[in-house]
């Protein structure tokens, strides 16, 4: 954490967008702290493995530490789970929970919690059968939670899954198995006996760089910083 804190923050601090260095699934509270220390400024404390109750009390009191220090902070509620850890192909991990809409509104209420990661079907990491989104529950929590709702495991969603979620009410979207899926893809095809890493990156970066376009677009997020 301190290496990657150490290239993002002057990144960041360059970019002519405002820009968060985000700290995603802090499971602890120590390294949630030490990536607060780092100078992250938003922050991810996932405490969804927990029961409501402790989640709440977890997070709220983190909300508290954070925002005293300009902080925000995304939790979750419901469990995303992973497509590695899911015994056999399904829509999603079998260690997913969905999130209940009433459990939602009353987390945000007793929280204080900026953003908040919903599971309404997505798994993390790669996918062995299509998911299915539960776009129904999504309306519903929507609709009862004021604040941004962020979607984990987006990466190998089709277009319109994406377009879906989005306009029933996703504000944010976490992606990262597509991205270093290009990344290793464009390491494969540009890569030639005897050359070196440093032939590579150009390659690593300007292919990163367009499928993270592609996704923006889709989104619907380009120039509007
Ligand atoms: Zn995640």
Do not use: W
Not at 90 to 118: N, Q
């Amino acid at each position: 954490m301190e290496e990657l804190s150490c290239f993002l923050l002057p990144m960041a601090e360059k970019a002519s967008v405002p820009v968060v260095v985000h700290f995603d699934h802090g499971l602890t509270a120590e390294k949630t702290r030490l990536a607060m220390d780092l100078g992250f400024t938003s922050i991810m404390y996932d405490c969804s493995t927990l029961g409501f109750e402790e989640n709440c009390k977890a997070v709220a009191e983190m909300v508290r530490e954070a925002h005293s220090r300009g902080i925000s902070v995304e939790a979750e509620l419901g469990h995303v789970g992973s497509n590695e850890s899911a015994a056999e192909a399904s829509s999603a991990s079998d260690t997913s929970a969905y999130t209940d809409p009433e459990e939602a509104r009353r987390f945000i209420e007793a929280t204080g919690a900026d953003a908040l990661a919903v599971s309404i079907g997505t798994a993390h990491g790669a996918y062995r059968a299509a998911p299915k989104l539960q776009l129904e529950l999504l309306r519903k929590i929507a609709e009862v939670v004021p604040v941004p709702l962020v979607m984990h495991g987006g990466s190998g969603l089709s277009d319109d899954d994406f377009r879906n979620a989005i306009r029933d009410g996703m504000a944010k979207v976490n992606i990262f198995t597509d991205l270093n899926c290009a990344c290793a893809k464009a390491a494969h095809d540009f890569y030639q006996p005897g050359c070196g890493m440093t032939d590579l990156i150009p390659h690593l970066t300007e292919a990163v760089k367009e499928a993270t376009l592609k996704k923006m677009k889709l989104f619907g997020c380009v120039g509007r910083a």
